[in-house]
């Protein structure tokens, strides 16, 4: 049988880590954390970053060790049981990143204006993006690596206009705001490093490469956000940034005027257009895991024999994607799983304990003190979400909670469905 072809090097590896943070959202959040936090937003942003670094760190020791397809899937599968793990994966297919891929599918075809109705705009450019998926892992990498080198043009124009053009906005004595509010939208800005350990499968050197591009990453994403959010700043006030609903089309329109705006209008339609590549290349290495683990349908595991890429997950989930993108369901979805994402992330970190437990060695830095703070966050960020929007955190769990019966019936139909 043909197996998952490793086509990736470092490059490519830190632009997919780097595609699965930045997506459209830091072209208005800086506006929600500047409501939040007022004088503090800074401060936010990089407290935030500290986060997802000390996440980065973590990851790359579980990757280190295994270094196989389906990333954070396999860490859960090994330390605690296979139904956690497939748990997981049902919530990642069902509703975190099928939902987030109909999101920016929608987004790009709202900004590329091309004059057609969005959700046929949404379900064509996911079945391109797909279609470009299955010839194979290194040319969904280089879509994937030149939609981000877009990206971070488009932000570092925003960036330089906004630190370097214009005129700045008098300094004014701003609300102290409330820094643990304005965590919550920040860390949800920061999140999505994780999913570059889905194909680590399909890496040349997944143990050297993987963890060398989280953190590069990571800090990569840390400087461009705080940068963004220092623009907005320094050209609207953060009494002004609070009030903005579209930051980085005001800055861009006050520095560089309405060709700037329109350039911008650009970036977030590659934005989302890079982080729904990003989404197509990874996630469906968890759906072939499971169903290497015959914990899902055998199909999802057969590998191309020419492009040797898992083509039945790529083209399950990307139809998935665009069901949901034209019956328009996904704001609706995406508010369910927010929580549901911080928990996995929290029981991932909690791999490190487990495997420390078996015998296992543990390079995370500071472990366990530093590991201790990263699942602190990420119940915080639980904890956050299901006081402010109890309602739609309650499905998210009642969502993921209803595969225990499906795996349950996967258990029953192949009894051999057990860690590898």
Known sequence: MPELARRIGVFDATMVVMGGIVGSGIFVTPAVVAQAGGARMIAAWLLGGVAALLGAFLYADLVAQRPQAGGQYVYLRDAFHPAVAFLYGWALLLVIQTGGMAACA???ARY???????????????????????????????????????????????????????????????ATGDLGEAL??????YGGWQTACFVAGELKEP???????????????????TGVALACARILGVAGLAASTAPAMDVARLTLGPRGAS??????????????????????????????????FASVARIHPRTRAPVTAIVLQGALAALIALLGTFEAILQYVVSIDFIFFALTAACLFVFARRGEKISMPGHPVTTLVFIGICLFVVQATFVHDPGHSLIGLALTLAGIPAYLLWRRRSPLGEPR
Do not use: W
């Open 263 to 296: 350039l911008i209008a650009a970036g977030v339609a590659l934005s989302s257009l890079g982080f729904l590549s990003q989404s197509i290349l990874t996630a469906p290495r968890v759906y072939f895991a499971m169903a290497e683990d015959r914990l899902f």
């Open 184 to 189: 919550i939208p920040v860390l949800f800005s």
């Open 106 to 108: 929608i987004t790009f």
């Open 207 to 225: 143990r050297r490469d993987l963890p060398k591009a989280l953190v590069a990453g990571v800090l990569s994403v840390i400087v461009l956000y």
């Open 112 to 174: 590329a204006g091309l004059g057609l109705p969005e959700s046929i705009v949404a379900a064509a450019v996911l079945a391109l993006l797909t279609l470009i998926n299955c010839l194979g892992v290194a040319a969904g990498s280089r879509v994937q690596s030149l939609l981000m080198l877009l990206k971070i043009g488009a932000l570092a124009v925003l960036i330089g206009a906004g630190l370097f053009l214009g005129t700045a906005h008098a300094p004014a004595p701003a």
